[in-house]
């Protein structure tokens, strides 16, 4: 990994003095940084997620996006904490999970709500064997059905039952989050993350189309390290804070819409 790492940063510096280049080489640096930490973790804590609101979850998968050391340390998103816990106690009986990922959510969220039924979703074949293998690992496999895309006809069932959609699809939100074309959305309570970096202005789009049937909190950023281990005293503020670094390139606001 440190000679692949090192290439690339080669790699991207070559060339006339250039802070876009610069910018490149650091982020590709940070994320090397980001898999040493997460591996020390692995070595020291072993693989369940040790705080949060998902703490106790057997997490032995890589992240198929993203930080896997924030998700080890339960620090991952961590602005969502409340809305958990919030959702917990609503004890939904279905949950759909949009852009499920490797399935720190479906996962997570089956872990907590013993008798809810999670459909996870992603288009990516890797991240949904990736999901699969988490949700067996955490003995949840029976109620975590893994599947690819979803379009708007699917989310019809949410007006059979009280169901949450959390989605996470890197800007498509635009497109599938539509109540006009897919209806059921409208009887589900929704957590989205609007990709704004992407797509400036998404979060107000979003929001201006469930305003009429949803209550709307958007969430921001923020770190806790809180979940810090004892050891990571002896490290650098740099790897600390790489340690609770997302890869998030710019802004993805989330959007907590509860039916009114």
């Not at 809810?116 to 067996?136: E, G, H, T």
């Not at 635009?174 to 074309?181: F, G, I, K, N, T």
């Not at 958007?218 to 809180?226: A, F, H, K, M, Q």
């Not at 993805?252 to 009114?260: A, C, D, E, F, G």
Request: proline share 5%; charged share 25%.
């Amino acid at each position: 990994m440190t000679i692949s790492a090192t290439q690339t940063v080669k790699r991207l510096l070559d060339g006339p003095p250039d802070a876009a280049r610069l910018e490149q080489a650091f982020r590709h640096l940070a994320k090397w940084r980001s898999e040493l930490i997460s591996n020390t973790l692995v070595g020291r804590s072993g693989t369940k997620v040790t705080s949060g609101p998902f703490r106790g979850m057997d997490y032995p998968v890589r992240a198929s996006e993203g930080s896997r050391a924030a998700r080890l340390l339960g620090s991952y998103e961590s602005s969502l904490a409340p809305v958990i816990e919030e959702i917990v106690t609503k004890a939904y009986p279905v949950i759909i999970d949009v852009g499920s990922a490797e399935g720190y959510y479906a996962v997570g969220l089956a872990r907590r709500l013993p008798n809810a039924r999670v459909l996870a979703r992603d288009a990516n074949p890797k991240a949904q064997v990736l999901c699969a293998a988490l949700a067996a690992a955490n003995g949840v496999a029976d109620r975590v059905e893994v599947g690819g895309l979803m379009d708007h006809a699917d989310f019809d069932l949410c007006h059979a039952q009280k169901t949450l959609v959390v989605c996470d699809i890197e800007g498509a939100e635009a497109e599938l989050l539509d109540p006009v074309l897919a209806p059921g959305l409208a009887a589900a309570d929704i957590l989205v993350e609007a990709h704004d970096c992407m797509r400036p202005g998404l979060s107000g789009v979003i929001a201006e189309r469930f305003k009429a049937t949803h209550n709307i909190r958007v969430i921001g950023r923020r770190l806790d390290d809180s979940g810090l281990p004892d050891w990571m005293e002896g490290l650098s503020d740099l790897d600390r804070l790489v340690a609770l670094w997302e890869w998030r390139s710019g802004p993805t606001p989330w959007l907590w819409m509860v039916k009114k």
